[in-house]
């Protein structure tokens, strides 16, 4: 496995920051690592890169453990922090050159930084000080640093924080071209960005790990399960709902509105427009709610 996560704890005094998680990672996987602020996930991105020590548990990246073994883990990761840190009175290509020098590429450095400036799309602003570049550049900036040396295992935090549309489009496809042979890990509060890259989701709440689910298994219940809100003319009990083949549970809105939940939606909604034939019941308005991922995310998190 390519990152490994042993109930993994931090513990700031009475607070639990990150409470006792495990999970696994292979070659190939980008995984969308959600949760709300505070949660616990630049925490956990910390301390499997070996930024922090664990209170208890182990985190390992290719077999290196994070703490007995960090210069190895190191060489293995490429990290973009949330707060992106930079040198604002460097260059784009001296700073580059900096890192290179410093992950030791030797003759190789050259290349590689003109490489990282094309991938990232940064050649139009390569000549200027990272002072002065807008936010998408100096994040762009930030992801060509975490490549440089080519690692085996990328943890971004917040990776399209500031970028514009155009940008977003174009680091999504460069995450997803690097998924092929990497791992990648990426925390983010944009759902739309998980479901476009990631095969996997893991949710965490107020550090501890709520959810660990591949994005197919979401797309295969999306259009099932989820909830039907019904608006009828005249008075219905809400006995009459329950009793409808399919329905889980029966919530009042208000008035004559209703929220129906099942776990096949199309075939409730099939029963309720035959119910209300049978029954005479006008029904004035009818709309499905699939079981997105922003809706789990807020399910798991209220």
Request: glycine letters at 8%.
């Amino acid at each position: 496995m390519s990152i490994e996560v042993a109930q993994l704890s931090k513990i700031y005094g009475e607070q639990k920051a990150v409470d006792n998680i495990s999970f696994s990672l292979k070659k190939g996987e980008i995984v969308g690592f959600l949760g709300p602020n505070g949660a616990g996930k630049s925490t956990t991105m910390k301390m499997i890169t070996g930024y922090l020590p664990p209170s208890s548990g182990h985190a390992a990246v290719c077999g290196f453990d994070a703490v007995k073994e960090p210069m190895e883990v190191r060489r293995r990761v490429g990290y973009l922090p949330e707060s992106n840190p930079l040198y604002f009175d460097m260059y784009v290509r001296e700073f580059l050159r900096f890192i290179a020098g410093v992950h030791q590429l030797g003759a190789a450095s050259e290349a590689r930084v003109e490489e990282m400036i094309q991938v990232t799309g940064l050649a139009p602003e390569s000549s200027k000080k990272i002072g002065a570049l807008s936010k998408g550049y100096k994040q762009r900036v930030g992801l060509a640093q975490a490549l440089l040396h080519n690692p085996e295992v990328l943890i971004l935090d917040e990776p399209t924080s500031g970028l514009d549309p155009n940008q977003l489009v174009e680091i999504r496809q460069l995450i997803k071209s690097l998924g092929a042979d990497k791992t990648v890990i990426l925390s983010t509060h944009i759902m739309q960005e998980v479901e476009a890259m990631c095969s996997r989701v893991l949710i965490i709440n107020k550090g501890k790990l709520v959810m660990d689910n591949p994005i197919a298994m979401l797309h295969q219940t999306r259009n099932s399960s989820g909830s039907i809100q019904v608006t009828f003319a005249e008075d219905t009990a809400q006995e009459e709902l329950e009793n409808l083949q399919g329905v889980s549970h029966v919530q009042r809105a208000e008035g004559n509105t209703w929220i129906l939940f099942s776990d096949d939606v199309e075939s409730v909604r099939k029963n309720l427009l035959q119910f209300a034939l049978i029954n005479n019941r006008n029904i004035l308005s009818l709309q499905s709610n699939s079981q997105s991922l922003e809706n789990i995310f807020r399910e798991l998190t209220k």
